[in-house]
């Protein structure tokens, strides 16, 4: 089955600092990646749609340049949290389109969790 | 209104029951609908995919689709302790590999 690998799993910073979080297809490529974000005992919210080689699509509300974007290669994307304040803390999730077995669907990472203090 | 309603639960029932899970939802366009089990701190894993009205069976698994009523439902049948998890309804207007809208999932917990 497709794998798709998230590095950290967590990370604590300080209030002001960017983390970088990566999303990873390790046994396909992907060109489609999307993140999501989980508030505890809330849904996934999705954020942002990322292809490979070109600019992600970010939904209503989310702040681009907070939240930046990178698909470089079509196993990895990288979602890097600038200037992270207390309110940005959060378990934000990747995942990757694949097509198994003529059904196109997404595989999701385990998850990054995030706690800025 | 959110698009898409699911009681948080939490859920808990002995060992060996019927478990009967639902969401409804407000967007009528709304052709693939999905459900997802997810573990504590770990990402959601697809359990079952329906496209329209109708049921699809897997296993102890069995997933409907009402959409003149707007309601899906997922049963499971002989349930485990390992089947405690939360349970998350989402749904799409194209396939499950686009935009995926997400119910709020029910935490369900499976006594011994």
């Known amino acids: 089955g497709a794998v798709v690998s998230q590095h950290p799993s967590w990370v604590i910073c300080k209030s002001g600092t960017s983390v970088k979080i990566e999303c990873r297809s390790l046994?396909?490529?992907?060109?489609?990646m999307f993140w999501y974000r989980q508030f505890p005992k809330q849904s996934l919210m999705l954020m942002a749609t990322?292809?490979?080689?070109?600019?992600?699509?970010?939904e209503q509300g989310v702040e681009k340049d907070k939240f930046l974007i990178n698909h470089a290669s079509l196993t990895l994307s990288t979602l890097t949290v600038t200037s992270a304040h207390p309110e940005d803390s959060s378990f934000y999730i990747c995942?990757?389109?694949?097509?198994?077995?003529?059904?196109?669907?997404?595989?999701f990472g385990p998850g990054t969790r995030l706690l800025v203090l | 209104q959110k698009e898409v309603e699911q009681d948080p639960g939490p859920l808990s029932v002995p060992e060996g029951a019927i478990v009967s899970l639902n969401c409804t939802y407000s967007?009528?366009?709304?052709?693939?609908f999905m459900w997802y089990r997810q573990y504590s701190r770990k990402g959601p894993e697809l359990l079952m995919y329906t496209y329209s009205s109708g049921n699809k069976e897997d296993g102890r698994f069995t997933a409907q689709v009402d959409k003149s009523s707007k309601y899906i439902s997922l049963f499971i049948r002989d349930s485990q302790p390992s089947d405690s998890a939360t349970y998350l309804c989402?749904?799409?207007?194209?396939?499950?590999?686009?935009?995926?809208?997400f119910g709020s999932g029910t935490r369900l917990s499976i006594r011994p």
């Open positions: 995942s990757a389109r694949v097509l198994l077995a003529a059904l196109e669907t997404q595989y």
């Open positions: 990322s292809n490979e080689g070109s600019k992600a699509t970010y």
């Open positions: 967007n009528s366009a709304f052709q693939y």
């Open positions: 046994d396909f490529q992907a060109t489609t």
């Open positions: 989402a749904m799409s207007l194209y396939s499950s590999a686009s935009k995926i809208i």
